[in-house]
């Protein structure tokens, strides 16, 4: 099944604790992308990668690292974790860097203590 | 500055009527403009995409029409049924396409 999975689902930690979540697509897709939502903010754009080794800044970039050594792999890495990035993440993927559909995962619910 | 507006207050309508959402952007000259759906809990899920030349598109009970003049979208679900009440999101491409902004997203409540 074609399919972007995230984990954790849900997490929780303190601030100043590193953590990451993964992100993984089995559709062979070049875009991958990291979005944060939250309550009358919506959908907001943290990276995205248009492939191996590509990364750059969306919209809401600070406190967050990416990499992108293979390419289905897009993790999302928060070095010092603070209780404004408790949010609700998700990843997504699509097949071109330009146009068409994005894919999202299930979603991670962080909360930052 | 871009900015992206739905209607955030929800939108209660009757089974079997025909629900339009709307989405209205400034600042942008999108190539193409997208719907989503998204339920609780959950990633959103891609329903249309309509380029900027298009005027409209349909897909079964869905229909959406893009206006780059009004710089507006409209959305419609017709013969709406429960299983239909969902979050609905438009989302605009820039920076070449390797951005999407999202408005706020508009619920949508059908009741039997």
């Known amino acids: 099944e074609a399919q972007v999975t995230q984990n954790p689902r849900y997490l929780i930690t303190v601030t100043g604790k590193k953590l990451t979540v993964t992100c993984s697509q089995n559709?062979?897709?070049?875009?991958m992308s990291w979005y944060r939502q939250d309550p009358g903010l919506g959908l907001r754009q943290i990276y995205y990668?248009?492939?191996?080794?590509?990364?750059d800044k969306g919209d809401v970039p600070e406190g967050y690292k990416v990499s992108r050594k293979e390419k289905r792999n897009f993790p999302l890495i928060l070095e010092s974790p603070s209780p404004n990035q408790t949010s609700l993440y998700f990843c997504?993927?699509?097949?071109?860097?330009?146009?068409?559909?994005?894919?999202f995962g299930p979603g991670t619910r962080l909360t930052v203590t | 500055s871009q900015k992206i507006e739905q209607n955030s207050e929800a939108l209660n309508i009757q089974e079997g009527k025909t629900a339009t959402l709307t989405c209205n952007y400034t600042?942008?000259?999108?190539?193409?403009l997208q719907w989503y759906r998204q339920d609780p809990g959950r990633g959103p899920v891609f329903l249309l995409l309509?380029?900027?030349?298009?005027k409209e598109k349909r897909k079964e009970r869905l229909k959406v029409t893009f206006d780059t003049t009004l710089k507006q979208s409209l959305f419609h679900i017709t013969a709406s049924q429960p299983a239909d009440s969902a979050t609905y999101l438009c989302?605009?491409?820039?920076?070449?396409?390797?951005?999407?902004?999202f408005g706020g997203g508009t619920r949508l409540m059908v009741k039997p």
């Open positions: 997504a993927s699509k097949g071109r860097s330009y146009s068409y559909e994005q894919y």
């Open positions: 559709m062979n897709h070049e875009y």
């Open positions: 990668s248009m492939n191996v080794e590509v990364t």
């Open positions: 600042n942008y000259s999108p190539a193409y």
């Open positions: 309509i380029r900027e030349n298009e």
């Open positions: 989302a605009l491409d820039h920076n070449a396409g390797n951005m999407l902004t």
